[in-house]
């Protein structure tokens, strides 16, 4: 008797065991790996504010807001008291979703700038894969609400995608043998900026996760703008900007909504008009302020298709910087019509009548 209940706990051993090894080897691999990415970097920085200095103001979304959203003029302006920004490249609505909340269970967050980019709107947005998936879920530290994005978000996905992170492998081993030199630094180990991989091109890193981009006048390519109309509208989108809307009122915190300026030949040529009618209609439903950069009035702020890297809207530092100032003004005022054209119609013709200037 005694025999056979060994035997069936050796057979529970060698189970546990086996998915031992197996855990440790996927880990290895993906050590070896996987970069060393900014979402790590930030993520960790904002869980961690210095004694007594809770971030109060954080700047969530993708790469625009990323590259147009400078918080040290928030801090100037005396907007805010810390505020950070913590848009990462390719972070959907719904990774924004979980990154406020991780932020708020480690800071008393008093506002939230949340960016808002059509493109991150859309059903078909390719970001929305295996791959997509890993970008915020692989560096969430392994809490309650780590948990539930597993639940609500992965359990219809590949497995072995998610854990073994095989599409953020680097591409040759000359790369990965760069990813593990990186990962013996102190710089990776303490969580510096240094310590990340690939983000060269984003121009000096200022501090506040605010990158200045070089400016690049001359690599735009074609035009040729995103398409949007609102049976485009992903349902599953839709759902966690309530979710977002909800979470700031059930706990007391400032939602304002940004769309931060694309070049003037896309504004003509795109989708920003539909966009911004859109957006303002759910942002007016909810109660929730909405500022569209684009409208932003030329005489305040000059923006020319040579202020931006690409058509898309990633924006150089020196008019960052501009719009960062303007944006700040903006946020500190209730009443600011001003500063703004009445319509898309008004906006067009301003930008066509400089082109023939």
């Not at 990962?183 to 991989?197: L, P, R, S």
């Not at 992903?234 to 769309?259: A, R």
Request: contains cysteine; charged residues 25%; glycine residues 6%.
């Amino acid at each position: 008797m005694k025999k056979k209940a060994f035997k069936e706990i050796l057979k529970y051993v060698r189970v546990i065991v086996f998915f031992a090894v197996i855990t440790i080897l996927v880990e290895a691999v993906n050590y070896v790996m996987v970069q060393p990415g900014y979402a790590r970097y930030i993520i960790h920085t904002v869980d961690n504010p210095d004694d007594g200095s809770d971030y109060d103001c954080i700047v969530v979304g993708a790469s625009h807001g990323r590259a147009s959203i400078d918080p040290h003029y928030f801090l100037e302006m005396e907007y805010a008291v810390n505020p950070i920004n913590m848009c990462i490249q390719g972070a959907t609505v719904i990774d924004n979703y979980y990154m406020i909340r991780e932020a708020c269970n480690n800071n008393d967050v008093k506002k939230i700038i949340l960016e808002l980019d059509y493109q991150y709107w859309n059903k078909n947005l390719k970001r929305d894969s295996d791959f997509g998936d890993l970008l915020v879920y692989g560096q969430l530290p392994f809490t309650s609400l780590k948990m539930e994005y597993i639940v609500s978000q992965l359990m219809d996905k590949d497995f072995r995608t998610i854990y073994f992170r095989r599409y953020a492998f680097a591409k040759n081993w000359k790369t990965a043998k760069k990813y593990m030199a990186i990962k013996k630094t102190d710089e990776y180990k303490n969580f510096q900026i240094e310590g990340v991989a690939g983000i060269e091109t984003e121009g000096p890193y200022q501090g506040l996760g605010f990158f200045y981009r070089t400016k690049v006048t001359d690599k735009k390519g074609k035009l040729n703008p995103s398409p949007w109309t609102y049976d485009d509208l992903n349902p599953k989108v839709q759902k966690y900007f309530q979710k977002i809307v909800k979470y700031c009122k059930d706990n007391g915190i400032e939602l304002i909504c940004v769309t931060t300026p694309i070049p003037p030949s896309s504004v003509v040529s795109g989708a920003a008009n539909e966009a911004d009618t859109y957006f303002k209609q759910i942002c007016d439903e909810n109660n929730v302020r909405y500022i569209d950069g684009n409208l932003i009035k030329n005489e305040i702020l000059n923006v020319s298709d040579d202020d931006f890297s690409d058509w898309e809207g990633h924006m150089n530092g020196e008019l960052a910087e501009q719009f960062s100032e303007v944006l700040t003004e903006i946020l500190k005022k209730n009443d600011c019509s001003e500063y703004f054209y009445s319509s898309y119609d008004e906006c067009i013709e301003a930008i066509k009548a400089r082109g023939n200037e």
